[in-house]
């Protein structure tokens, strides 16, 4: 393990050197999230990307994070520093199953959510984040929504809305497993203390939460709120960040349970790597590019 210092020094060296930004997600390690250049959600991270003029963008998250880059700039090069670093959600959503069930649902439009592979967001008529999930499916003009592949995203937006929302049954792991006696016990710990959830959790610690946010959401809420503590219903990453940009103000982590492996993948060394060697570098054939970039492009259009 090289020193902390030597390698910020080398990182701002190849930074410079192949004119290069660092993104990174809320839930990436205190070392990653320290020598990003923007720190964010999914919305605010693709938004970034989509706007950098820089030739290169190391993309401090999880793969689908890395190919939206990709597919919003494919003049960049985008580095994914640790190549395993996946979404178990995403994996649970196919192109191929998504064409059978359009095809059971004519009518209805396709809303993905971005946590998905490129060539299921091909298969799609517009992108969501969960920043955004219910501003979106209200802008649709169809009145039948297929929503992949969250199915508490699916839930949550389900009661915002008009529309008839058809759930593809995926979900993420590691905000699936919070339970609601864990909910219980922390309100019963912390009494009178609010508690703000991640959309992916279940529609029942949904009714338990006094808010419900994106983590960009929950950046802004910590920043706002007059209280002096707050209970937090996501990936314990975020409170790196929260507790950083507030010191005095203190985060408890809903449930010691909420960890995503996959974000911890990437550290600076591995940063520093990526840099040295252009490589992992995320790349989308074309063909699947195009129809992708659509479905995300009108996403972005539309909030
Ligand atoms: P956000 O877009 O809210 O940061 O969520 C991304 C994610 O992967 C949540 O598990
Ligand atoms: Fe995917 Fe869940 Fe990890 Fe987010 S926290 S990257 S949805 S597995």
């Known amino acids: 393990m090289q020193d902390r210092m030597v390698l910020n020094k080398r990182l701002l060296e190849l930074k410079e050197k192949r004119k290069a930004v660092i993104l990174a997600h809320n839930y990436q390690l205190p070392e990653v999230q320290d020598a990003a250049d923007y720190l964010g959600d999914s919305f605010e991270l693709s938004r970034i990307a989509a706007q950098s003029t820089a030739e290169v963008i190391v993309f401090c998250g999880v793969h689908f994070m890395a190919e939206v880059a990709a597919i919003l700039?494919?003049?960049?090069?985008?580095?994914?520093?640790?190549?395993?670093?996946?979404?178990?959600?995403?994996?649970m959503a196919s192109a191929e199953g998504m064409r059978e069930m359009k095809k059971q649902y004519p009518n209805a439009a396709v809303a993905t959510y971005v946590n998905s592979s490129a060539a299921v967001k091909a298969e799609s008529d517009i992108c969501v984040t969960?920043?955004?999930?219910?501003?979106v499916v209200n802008s649709l003009e169809t009145d039948e929504i297929i929503f992949v592949p969250d199915q508490n995203l699916a839930d949550y937006v389900a009661r915002h809305t008009e529309k008839h929302i058809i759930p593809w049954a995926g979900c993420c792991p590691i905000h699936h497993r919070v339970s609601l006696e864990e909910v219980l016990a922390a309100r019963k710990?912390?009494?009178?203390?609010?508690?703000?959830?991640?959309?992916?959790?279940?529609p029942e610690i949904i009714d338990e939460a006094d808010h419900v946010y994106s983590t960009g959401g929950m950046i802004r809420f910590g920043r706002e709120t007059d209280h002096p503590k707050i209970l937090v219903g996501t990936?314990?990453?975020?409170?790196y960040r929260?507790?950083?940009?507030?010191?005095?103000?203190?985060?408890?982590?809903?449930?010691?349970?909420?960890?995503?492996?996959?974000?911890?993948y990437i550290t600076l060394?591995?940063?520093?790597?990526?840099?040295?060697?252009?490589?992992p570098c995320i790349t989308v054939p074309k063909h699947i590019r195009g129809p992708a970039a659509r479905a995300l492009e009108r996403m972005l259009a539309t909030v």
């Not at 640790?82 to 979404?87: E, H, K, M, N, T």
């Not at 969960?130 to 501003?135: E, K, L, Q």
């Open 73 to 91: 700039g494919p003049e960049k090069t985008v580095l994914l520093p640790d190549i395993l670093a996946g979404c178990p959600m995403a994996d």
């Open 189 to 202: 710990k912390h009494p009178g203390v609010p508690l703000m959830v991640h959309p992916e959790c279940r």
């Open 130 to 135: 969960s920043a955004n999930a219910v501003a």
């Open 242 to 264: 929260l507790q950083k940009e507030n010191p005095e103000k203190e985060f408890c982590l809903l449930s010691q349970g909420l960890v995503c492996p996959d974000m911890k």
């Open 235 to 239: 990936e314990m990453g975020l409170i």
């Open 269 to 279: 060394e591995k940063v520093v790597r990526a840099l040295e060697t252009l490589q």
